[in-house]
């Protein structure tokens, strides 16, 4: 069975720390590996990595993956409590050419 | 563009009710997925149609639920009857192309549904 799976399920930093967010995947056909930070309502969408090796970095947000592990990083610098959200890893493969979910990463940030 | 339309934002029903979720995709975008999310379970994919035709619906609970996408600008998720555990967030999301591998998905801002 495909499976995304996510770690640690929540985490609480101050503000100014560096996080780290893991992503694992078992997925048959794997094609493409998303980020997506969920605050009150719908996520919205942060990466896509298709390459291993190649960060992709948006302000203090960035991501990696590595194929050859089967995971992703997603790092967040000097964390602020707008960071406060719950990031989900996703990833498109599988038979059908689906879109598969882990259970997110709860981050909270304090002042 | 106006991004995934869902309706209604919230449903309160009682149990044994049919309720009906409703879904605009992104014009253009050829694919479209359900997604149900509990605290206990996350964003669990229900079914996903590529095309209009649906492919893989392997995720839908049981013989309950039923989903439909009559053409490519409107998709519906129908639970007959509800019950309360059926209680969620369901989400539509839609992307561009059809092996849909290439792009984001975008989601709606989702259905509460409260079954009580």
């Known amino acids: 069975e495909d499976k995304v799976v996510q770690s640690p399920l929540s985490l609480v930093v101050h503000e100014g720390d560096t996080v780290t967010l893991n992503c694992s995947y078992e997925?048959?056909?794997?094609?493409?590996l998303l980020w997506y930070k969920q605050e009150k309502k719908a996520p919205t969408f942060l990466f896509m990595l298709?390459?291993?090796?190649i960060e992709k970095k948006s302000g203090r947000l960035s991501s990696i993956l590595d194929k050859k592990e089967l995971s992703s990083i997603l790092n967040i610098t000097a964390t602020q409590t707008g960071d406060s959200a719950i990031y989900l890893c996703?990833?498109?493969?599988?038979?059908?050419?689906?879109?598969?979910f882990g259970k997110g990463t709860k981050l909270s940030v304090k002042p | 563009d106006a991004g995934v339309i869902q309706s209604p934002r919230h449903e309160v029903t009682e149990m044994g009710q049919e309720v009906t979720l409703r879904c605009k995709p992104i014009?253009?975008?050829?694919?479209l997925f359900w997604y149900r999310q509990t605290m206990m379970r996350g964003l669990e994919l229900l079914i996903y149609?590529?095309?209009?035709?649906?492919?893989?619906d392997s995720g839908m609970p049981e013989d309950r639920f039923s989903a439909k996408m009559p053409n490519a600008s409107f998709s519906t998720l129908k639970i007959q009857p509800s019950e309360p555990r059926d209680s969620a967030v369901y989400f539509c999301?839609?992307?561009?192309?059809?092996?849909?591998?290439?792009?984001?998905?975008?989601f709606g801002q989702g259905t509460r549904l409260t079954v009580v």
């Open positions: 298709t390459s291993s090796g």
């Open positions: 014009s253009g975008h050829n694919s």
């Open positions: 997925v048959t056909n794997f094609r493409s």
């Open positions: 999301a839609s992307s561009r192309s059809p092996t849909a591998y290439n792009t984001e998905a975008f």
């Open positions: 996703a990833v498109y493969g599988g038979s059908q050419g689906n879109l598969i």
């Open positions: 149609f590529n095309n209009n035709v649906p492919i893989d």
